[in-house]
């Protein structure tokens, strides 16, 4: 399955597909924004899969990286799956899910209903 574009609540959105590559660093994630544009997307979805177990080890810089990859170029990130393993293993990723979770740049979420319900709650903002 390839990636899919949806307009949710307003917002053009960019859905990944599990199955896609891994975005390993700032240069695949490069690859992906470049869809986006093309697309004209303001939000992009990646499932957890499509990441390495790097990106949630926060030492590696993976995860900071490629956040402030996006925020430059100022799509919404959001990650959506399980990552309950990764946080139990790391308090510092507990804080950081939690912190940006707040924010409008980068979001740790269950699924895709998730996703819909928080940017309705954005559109209504």
């Not at 697309?39 to 030492?59: K, S, Y």
């Not at 990286?65 to 799509?75: C, D, M, V």
Request: hydrophobic residues 45%; contains cysteine.
């Amino acid at each position: 399955m390839a990636d899919t574009f949806s307009v949710i609540h307003g917002f053009r959105t960019l859905i990944c597909d599990a199955d896609g590559p891994v975005i390993r660093d700032e240069r695949s994630a490069t690859d992906v924004m470049g869809d986006a544009f093309g697309r004209r997307a303001e939000v992009v979805v990646v499932p957890v899969q499509r990441l390495t177990d790097d990106f949630f080890v926060l030492r590696t810089r993976v995860a900071g990286e490629i956040a402030q990859k996006f925020t430059n170029y100022r799509l919404l990130l959001v990650v959506v799956g399980d990552i309950a393993g990764h946080l139990a293993a790391s308090a510092p990723l507990r804080d950081f899910v939690r912190e940006t979770n707040q924010g409008d740049h980068l979001w740790f979420l269950e699924d895709l209903g998730a996703v819909t319900e928080r940017l309705a709650v954005r559109r209504a903002a």
